[in-house]
């Protein structure tokens, strides 16, 4: 993040778009020095802008980043994280190192959601011919909640009703053929992902690292605003076309977008977590 001191702090409206404008600045660095150049009275005006605008309509916000991330990002429906009963999953409810699963952006698609229990740091994620794009790191009040695409990037495994080869090894489970923890794992064909580094591979077969989904937190509630990464999600529909219109009934059922993602365990989910 670029250097400079903060407006006075006793303008808490002009401090907090300061702030604001740091943030967009991770996104270009040029913002920042326009937040600089600006007067009092224009500052406000164009953060007090992007920052509603944002809140509204992730749009901007996610125009921009897709620009910075050379169209690494996708921008979805807004969803809202809610429980099995319907009311809205706050940063609480989410229990360290247990995996949860969720839909998103489509009906179909699988995604893990998960407290590391500690700050995780933006990251730079690297691609095997050498670009890489930025990954923002985890969001809550300790910056340890995470989120992730639950289809390999290597074959498209993904969690069903009946089992997971996919699966999040917390701290104190290692895995027994790779021994590592703390990682998400795909047995299928042991693709390594880690979560502290925006499912950057650590090992295996896959040619991509597994793509994570981008949160918000507003006023306590969590959403589901894009995904970011390698967009897997054609090969997905093209692959298990037959499976997911028997599951959903439709391909166009299955495909979706959401609004609203209920969460819960990944063990209420599916029915053998397959581990290895």
């Not at 923002?136 to 993904?158: D, N, P």
């Not at 997971?164 to 390594?192: E, R, V």
């Amino acid at each position: 993040m670029p250097n400079g001191g903060p407006p006075p702090t006793e303008d808490k409206k002009l401090f907090n778009f300061y702030w604001f404008g740091l943030f967009m600045s991770e996104v270009d660095p040029k913002i920042f020095k326009e937040v600089q150049d600006m007067n009092r009275r224009g500052f406000i005006k164009v953060c007090g802008t992007m920052a509603v605008a944002s809140m509204v309509d992730p749009s901007l916000f996610s125009h921009v980043l897709a620009q910075q991330q050379d169209g690494m990002f996708q921008a979805y429906k807004k969803a809202l994280l809610v429980k099995a009963d319907g009311t809205p999953l706050k940063e609480g409810d989410i229990k360290p190192h247990v995996n949860y699963i969720f839909f998103y952006p489509h009906t179909a698609t699988p995604c893990y959601l998960i407290n590391l229990d500690e700050s995780v740091p933006p990251a730079e994620v690297k691609l095997r011919d050498g670009k890489s794009y930025r990954w923002m790191g985890g969001i809550g009040s300790k910056k340890s909640i995470v989120a992730y695409s639950a289809i390999c990037a290597h074959q498209w495994s993904y969690p069903t009703p009946q089992y997971s080869f996919i699966n999040y090894y917390p701290p104190h489970k290692p895995s027994d053929t790779t021994k590592k923890a703390g990682i998400i794992q795909c047995c299928a064909h042991l693709a390594l992902y880690d979560p502290k580094q925006g499912g950057s591979i650590i090992d295996g077969p896959a040619d991509f690292p597994l793509a994570s989904v981008v949160l918000q937190e507003e006023g306590g509630l969590l959403y589901a605003v894009g995904v970011l990464g390698k967009d897997q999600f054609q090969q997905f529909f093209d692959n298990y076309r037959t499976e997911l219109r028997q599951q959903y009934g439709s391909t166009a059922k299955a495909r979706e977008l959401v609004d609203k993602c209920t969460v819960a365990e990944v063990d209420k989910y599916v029915q053998a977590v397959v581990m290895c």
